[in-house]
């Protein structure tokens, strides 16, 4: 049950300075940051993370965005916390997210703005959608030495 998740602030978070009221979510529902850096990808690095996209024709837009500046890289520990996480992100296009989910709060766009001008679709934030995704994109982002073993003073109410 208990769960890691990466968490990408994307360029378009830190630029916009959001990374505070971000992480700040993750937080207040109880979850647990256990490794955290910011990381200016390459092409190569973005293919390896967004392997799953590298045939779409949207993909040229999606490494110029993610390369276009530093993110913030998270791995985040809790209960479901592949679903919880994706869940406080909400879906993919912020224009459809519900208010109350970051891509919501933060941000508007759609899909049919973006591709008519060829553009990534600006929406914050990235979470693994799956045990699996999780899995690899912890491995590809971080080394075992930069996750952290550590009680925050609520797990005594969140986790018993
Ligand atoms: P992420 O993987 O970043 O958490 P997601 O899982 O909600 O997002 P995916 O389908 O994996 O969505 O798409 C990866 C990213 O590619 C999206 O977050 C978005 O930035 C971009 N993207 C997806 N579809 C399109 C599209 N049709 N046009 C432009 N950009 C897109
Ligand atoms: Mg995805």
Redesign the pocket.
């Known amino acids: 049950m208990i769960q890691r998740t990466l968490v990408l602030i994307k360029p378009d978070g830190v630029q916009r300075a959001l990374i505070g009221r971000i992480i700040q979510r993750f937080e207040d529902a109880g979850l647990k940051i256990i490794g955290m850096k910011m990381v200016w990808v390459d092409s190569d690095f973005a293919k390896k993370h967004?392997s799953e996209?590298v045939q779409k024709d949207?993909y040229k837009?999606?490494e110029e965005?993610i390369t276009l500046g530093p993110v913030v890289a998270m791995v985040i520990e809790g209960v479901y916390a592949i679903e919880v996480v994706r869940k406080l992100v909400g879906p993919?296009e912020p224009r459809s997210a519900p208010p109350g989910t970051i891509r919501g709060d933060f941000a508007h766009m759609s899909?049919d703005f973006?591709?008519s001008k060829g553009i990534?679709?600006k929406?914050i934030i990235?979470?693994s959608?799956s045990e699996e995704d999780a899995k690899r994109e912890i491995s590809l982002w971080f080394s075992d030495d930069e996750l952290h073993s550590y009680k925050v003073v609520h797990e005594i109410h969140s986790m018993g």
């Open positions: 967004y996209h949207f837009s999606l965005f993919t899909y973006s591709d990534g679709l929406n990235h979470a959608s």
